[in-house]
């Protein structure tokens, strides 16, 4: 990694990148400290502390701060995130759409047009129900000189202004920075968090006890963070290499094709998509509910949303809110098959395989070969969604065991070394582009 960054800044183009990339990620924190002009953020972080919504928490996460502070950024890339998701299940599911996928370049980026103006709606939408939502709770109070309406309007258009600003910035640190731009967004967002919760283990776990206890507790927590780290590496890396050979052919006076290849089957085809939508399946009743102030009662419905919510998972004093936590893992493996099989055709590929030539070994072009990628897709998405969900399990079980609170856990992990692994080969296919370049101008 150090060695890949330091041959990067030999390169002027890559260095010019890079330090391009490095202003924009100033440019997104200074805005997470922004506060909206005229609201009294003190109000609402005091009203954000008392909250125990576990999505609360991953969303300010994500955000970078940006929500508790609320901030211009207070939105950020989330009606960006879901927009891109939406999208994509609408390609699956309108024709045109797939058809527009199809089109090469000029497909793709009328799609990234809609998917801009999708997010602008969202976050609209967004914006007006938070907004009315918190002000009606009293927990946005604005200062002299601005009364309701008015101070509502401001903080709606500050809002989805904000969170244009930031994909703008994602768009560009795509185009003429490092590449990945949202992605670098985010999980610059994620890392801000970090020290904070540093600093909460510490004082959790380290401070205070004896040198033999603290250091013994601080190498407990490294070693635990590099497993996971490692563990999402190997994750995230993991592929079924499928064999492919495509039969020779004829054409005027040359022989063509005879060539060799595989088809690639990531183990966690998923990537991060399913614990999220898992999560928000989950967390967002308890969001809505802590909003409206409701799920503090005795009833039947208290019990079931305080089950919903990780903050009461693997609790010893309270196991039978633990049932939430095997939903939960079994809506992340549901969701791994579901997000797999609208993003991979086994049969579509197996039918360009078959128009080109191309054959598995040992099984016959066609429905077979459909089939037999089906079988194999089947057997790795499991291994992945087991290897996601155990992930997503380690940080909620030493968070509800010894009362570990941080905001960062096994999806942050997965964004951040996703995005990091992914951003450096973009950096070394960049750096080979420029080598291949000089070596032809030679």
């Known amino acids: 990694m150090l060695e890949t960054l330091r041959n990067a800044f030999k390169i002027k183009d890559i260095r010019k990148r890079v330090i391009f990339t490095f202003f924009m990620l100033i440019v997104i924190r200074v805005g997470s400290q922004l506060p909206i002009p005229g609201v009294d953020s003190q109000v609402f972080a005091n009203w954000f502390a008392s909250q125990t919504a576990d999505g609360m928490n991953f969303f300010d996460a994500i955000t970078g701060g940006s929500f508790y502070n609320f901030s ?68 946005l109070e604005f200062s002299e000189g601005f009364n309701s309406v008015l101070g509502i309007v401001m903080v709606v258009m500050a809002l989805v202004a904000g969170s244009a600003v930031l994909m703008w910035i994602g768009e560009r640190i795509t185009e003429k920075g490092i590449g990945n731009g949202i992605s670098i967004v985010l999980t610059i967002n994620i890392i801000s968090r970090m020290p904070n919760d540093i600093g909460t283990l510490y004082g959790q776990f380290i401070s205070g006890r004896d040198v033999p206890k603290a250091i013994l507790a601080a190498l407990i927590i490294v070693a635990i963070i590099v497993a996971m780290v490692l563990f999402v590496v190997f994750l995230q890396g993991g592929e079924r290499r499928i064999p492919v050979q495509y039969s020779k052919k004829i054409q005027g006076r040359k022989q063509v094709g005879g060539q060799s290849t595989h088809i690639p089957l990531k183990v966690n085809t998923g990537g991060v998509i399913p614990v999220i939508f898992a999560q928000s399946l989950l967390q967002t009743p308890v969001i809505i509910a802590g909003l409206l102030g409701k799920g503090d009662g005795t009833g ?79 057997y790795i998405v499991f291994i ?18 010894f009362g570990a609170d941080v905001s960062f856990g096994g999806t942050s992990i997965i964004i951040i070394v996703g995005v990091v692994v992914e951003t450096l080969k973009q950096v070394e296919s960049q750096m080979r582009v420029r080598y291949y370049k000089g070596f032809l101008n030679d």
Do not use: H
Request: net charge positive.
């Open 72 to 139: 211009v950024f207070a939105l950020n890339i989330t009606p960006y995130i879901t927009s891109s998701i939406i999208m994509q299940l609408l390609t699956i599911a309108i024709p045109k759409l797939e058809e527009m996928q199809r089109d090469g370049e000029e497909g793709r980026k009328k799609i990234a047009e809609f998917t801009r103006y999708l997010t602008i709606v969202l976050a609209f939408v967004e914006a007006v129900a938070m907004t009315i939502g918190l002000k009606r709770g009293g927990y």
């Open 300 to 378: 039947i419905g208290s019990k079931i949303l305080r089950g919903m919510s990780q903050s009461n998972w693997c609790n010893p004093a309270e196991p039978v809110y633990s049932v939430g936590l095997v939903v939960y893992i079994v809506l992340i493996i549901a969701f791994a098959y579901f997000y797999t099989s609208i993003t991979f055709n086994p049969l579509e590929i197996a039918n360009n395989m078959k128009k080109a030539g191309g054959f598995i070994p040992g099984i016959r072009p066609g429905k077979p070969t459909s089939d037999y990628l089906n079988r194999i897709l089947n």
């Open 384 to 401: 992945g969604a087991v290897g996601l969900a155990f992930i997503a399990f380690v940080p909620i079980f030493f968070n509800g065991v």
